[in-house]
C-alpha cells in the first residue's frame, strides 16, 4: 500500500468511527468545534483549505478534519455517495444532484466562501505573457499551435498546453469560458496535480498551464501582489487584441471588479442532517478569520471588504 493510499484509508477508518455511537447513547460523536470528520475538498483549492484546517484546529484542539484531496467530478461523487458530509468546489450543486439529496431526506446547504481565479502561466523565459480570450480559444482548440503564430519574432517552437486533469473544475471553466461549446485540442496534455504543472511549466519554455490562482500567489508577499518567482502569470484580455492597458492578471482587485476573465465562485456543500464537525468548519469558512485567511491566500473572500486602492505614475 502506497503512502496517500495508507493516509486515506486511514482518514477513512477515522470517518466511520466518527459516524459511531456514544457509549449507551446511541448518538453521533461529533459537535461543531469537537470530534472528527473526513470532507472532500476540489485540489485546485488545497493551499487554502489547509490553512483553513490548521487555524481551525488550532482553536479547537478536540477536532481532527481529514481531507480527501482530487479533482471536481471525485469531490463531489464523493458526496453524492454520502462518503463525506461536506465537500469545497467551485460549482454549487446541480438540480438533479439536488433532487438526490433530498430523495434521501437530506437537505444541502451551500455557502459561497471566495471568487477563485483560473491562471494562465508561462515559462519565464517566454516573452508572451499577454493573451486575449479569442486567442486562448484559438490555442485550446488547436486552431494555433505554434509560439510563431503569436509572435512571428518568437524563438520558441510548438505551444505545449498542460492542465493538471481531465475531470477538474479549470478544465470545465475553460470549455464553458474560453471555448464556449468548441472542442478542445487533442494536442492538450494533462499531469495529476497543479503542483506538477508548475513544475512542468518552470522546466519547459514551450510550455502554456492552466492552474488555479491560489497555487501561484506568492505566499510571502502579505499584499497578495506578486506571484511566485519561477513563472510567469500572463495578462488576460476580452479585447481582440490583448494590449498592457487592456489585459489582467488575477490579483484580488481584479477578480472583485470582474476585469479578469477567468473568474470562479467556490462553495462549501454539507450535507449532513445536523449541526456537526462539518457544519462548524463550514461555519467558520464564512467566518472573520476563516475569510481573512482567504483573503491573504490571495483570491477574493465572499464576505470579508477589499480595499482597492489606484496608484498612479507620477
Known amino acids: 500500500m502506497t503512502p496517500k493510499l495508507f ?19 446511541g448518538g453521533p460523536t461529533d459537535t461543531p468545534t469537537s470530534g472528527t470528520t473526513v470532507i472532500s475538498v476540489d485540489e485546485t483549492f488545497k ?28 469531490t463531489l461523487n464523493l458526496l453524492l455517495r454520502d462518503s463525506v458530509r461536506a465537500a469545497v468546489a467551485a460549482r454549487p450543486l446541480t438540480a438533479r444532484e439536488r ?48 509560439w510563431k503564430e503569436l509572435n512571428p519574432a518568437s524563438k520558441l517552437g510548438d505551444i505545449q498546453v498542460m492542465f493538471d486533469n481531465p475531470n477538474s473544475s479549470t478544465v470545465r471553466l475553460v470549455i464553458d469560458s474560453v471555448c464556449k461549446g468548441e472542442t478542445l485540442t487533442e494536442r492538450l496534455r494533462s499531469q495529476l496535480l497543479n503542483t506538477d504543472v508548475v513544475g512542468y511549466v518552470t522546466e519547459n519554455p514551450n510550455a502554456l498551464g492552466i492552474i488555479g490562482v491560489s497555487w501561484v500567489s506568492n505566499r510571502r508577499d502579505t499584499t497578495c501582489m506578486s506571484f ?11 479585447e481582440a ?23 470562479r465562485d467556490v462553495y462549501v456543500l454539507v450535507t449532513e442532517p445536523r449541526t456537526g464537525l462539518a457544519s462548524g468548519f463550514a461555519s467558520f469558512l464564512t467566518s472573520f478569520r476563516g475569510q481573512r485567511i482567504i483573503l491573504k491566500s490571495g483570491i477574493l473572500p465572499a464576505t470579508q471588504a477589499v480595499r482597492i486602492v489606484q496608484l498612479k505614475e507620477k
Request: aromatic share 12%; charged share 20%.
Open 7 to 25: 493516509l486515506y484509508f486511514a482518514a477513512a477508518m477515522i470517518f466511520f468511527s466518527s459516524c459511531g455511537s456514544k457509549k449507551g447513547s
Open 47 to 74: 493551499p487554502i483549505i489547509e490553512s483553513e484546517i490548521a487555524v481551525f484546529e488550532s482553536i479547537y484542539p478536540q477536532t481532527g478534519i481529514f481531507v480527501t484531496y482530487g479533482d471536481e467530478v471525485s
Open 99 to 146: 433532487e438526490s439529496f433530498e430523495s434521501r431526506k437530506l437537505f444541502p446547504k451551500e455557502v459561497k466562501i471566495a471568487t477563485d481565479g483560473v491562471a494562465i502561466i508561462v515559462n519565464r523565459a517566454n516573452k508572451d505573457t499577454l493573451f486575449s480570450m479569442q486567442t486562448l480559444r484559438e490555442i485550446f482548440t488547436g486552431k494555433v499551435t505554434r
Open 228 to 238: 511566485l518567482d519561477h513563472v510567469c502569470v500572463a495578462g488576460l484580455s476580452r
Open 241 to 263: 487584441v490583448a494590449t498592457r492597458s487592456n489585459s489582467y492578471q488575477p490579483y484580488q482587485a481584479y477578480l472583485a471588479t470582474g476585469e479578469y476573465p477567468l473568474r
